[in-house]
């Protein structure tokens, strides 16, 4: 039980699409009963109505309002709170789930009951602070996430396309890399094995060398003529097939369009965030990177220490031990999971030769470490060292970091 909860008045929020379930109580065991409420602004003063009351039957002046997640549900709820002298936190939706039967003995899900279990978990201090994203901090999430969706579009076309072609010209990948320019290029102009050798080498050849920007030219043509001669791609519903190729080539186009528009948006908010060039003074930190990680973070001065913000992205580590037993560490993953993704995309080029956690690397590695967990170190440390950055407005200074501090 924490102590900066006691004197507090506990209203849970049970979240759902439609309408919420709402329910309060306080350390001395006086509640109220489970109330429901819509999700639109006259629900939400009705929220607010409940709260009033709770607190004129308890006496209590502080307001701690705790919910879980569901979805975007909860979202217009949040930022209509965040408005008010409430404290807001968030339960981890995985606790609720594990602590469910302690009430009542039973797996038992009900919007009357669920509130109840939120309500013992904020009492028992089990629930992280919730930091809302505002001005530009809310422009990056969102660009982050949009460009996130962009990617995963264009991969499931990038995916698909490659199917496509295995049909028709099972050999082509081999010798072309189908999501680059050149191979998207001949794709469109040139998708069957019949067109490339119609083509001819020469013409190819020069096809080649200007799209690659003579990084290609008579070698790999002449690869691609011999695959062609020799292929083994289906003759029959080709104009269909050619349909949907031609589509996703468009839909891979437009997809590359979009993420180059978020990039560049996401590169002017950055500017009007004074901590981003911190971020930025980190070797192997691009603009997209510290726009994710700020975006995901929000604000780093909102966070008391570096545990807190390790938690928050999910880099806590916990181990199961008994008796004699030592367990392994490993991270709880209870956080924020892009936020982890840009940490890991950003080590993957810090811990090669150039890079500025290379000895740090090869030291655990040495130790014994497996590679994906020495990775998950310099993800860790990579974060401390942002957040002592940002805490001390400092620019990243390579000789102050202390080597072994992973």
Known sequence: MRKDTKDCLIVAIDIGSASHSVYWCDFQGTEGKTQSFSNNREGFEKLCHIIETGKRKTGLTKVMVGYESTGPYWIPLVHFLHEKPFRLVQVNPSHTKKVKEIEDNSPLKSDKKDPRVIAMLMQLGYFLD???????????????????????????????????????????????????????????????????????????????????????????????????????????????????????????????????????????????????????????????????????????????????????????????????????????RRGRSLLRKYLYCACIGMVKQNGIFFESYQRLLDRGKPRRKALVAMMRKLLRIMFSLVRNGVHYNHERVVPNAA
Do not use: W
Request: proline letters at 4%.
């Open 130 to 332: 919730v930091v809302i994203p505002r001005g530009d901090a809310a422009n990056l999430r969102n660009l982050s996430h949009a460009r996130e969706r962009a990617c995963g579009d264009r991969t499931v076309a990038l995916n698909r396309l490659h199917d496509l072609v295995f049909c028709l010209f099972p050999e082509f990948p081999t010798i072309m890399k189908i999501s680059s320019a050149t191979g998207r290029y001949l794709l469109q102009h040139y998708p069957t094995p019949q067109s490339v050798l119609d083509l001819g080498e020469k013409p190819l050849t020069a096809i080649m060398q200007t799209v690659s920007r003579k990084q290609l030219g008579a070698d790999r043509a002449r690869k691609l003529l011999d695959a062609a001669a020799q292929t083994v791609g289906i003759h029959e519903g080709i104009p269909s097939l050619l349909g949907e190729l031609n589509d996703l080539l468009q839909s891979v186009a437009r997809k590359d369009t979009t993420i180059a528009a978020l990039e560049t948006q996401m590169a002017a908010y950055l500017k009007t965030i004074p901590d981003s060039r911190l971020l930025l003074s980190i070797k192997g930190v691009g603009i997209v990177t510290a726009a994710g990680i700020l975006g995901e973070v929000v604000d780093f001065h909102a966070y008391p220490s570096q545990a807190a913000i390790l938690k928050m992205a999910g880099l806590a580590l916990y181990e199961v031990s008994s008796g004699k037993h030592i367990g392994s560490r490993h991270i709880t």
